[in-house]
């Protein structure tokens, strides 16, 4: 299994050198995501630390959403609703 605080560190090393990602844009947004993931499917089952990850991810989506204009919220909120019920109820 994979180090929680070294997947949390490379995230956020990514999301402030990145440029895609700190301009916020579709590939950026995707490659967060990506990594999100592979950070999930690596330790997102740590028993004390995966919170952390998912706690990220659910605040990167948030902040997303939060950013968008009106008319995109109504699909990203889908999305989001689907992350947080896959978080909290699987």
Avoid at 8 to 14: A, I, S, V
Wanted: overall charge negative.
């Amino acid at each position: 299994m994979q180090s929680v605080p070294l997947w949390l560190d490379y995230l956020e090393f990514k999301k402030s050198h990145d440029q895609d990602v700190v301009e916020c844009n579709t590939e950026g947004v995707y490659k967060m995501r990506d990594l999100y993931e592979r950070a999930l499917a690596s330790a997102g089952l740590h028993f004390t630390e995966a919170s952390k990850i998912w706690g990220l991810y659910r605040q990167f989506e948030i902040d997303l959403l939060n950013s968008m204009p009106d008319a995109m919220n109504e699909v990203s909120c889908e999305f989001l609703c689907l992350i947080l019920h896959l978080c909290f109820f699987n």
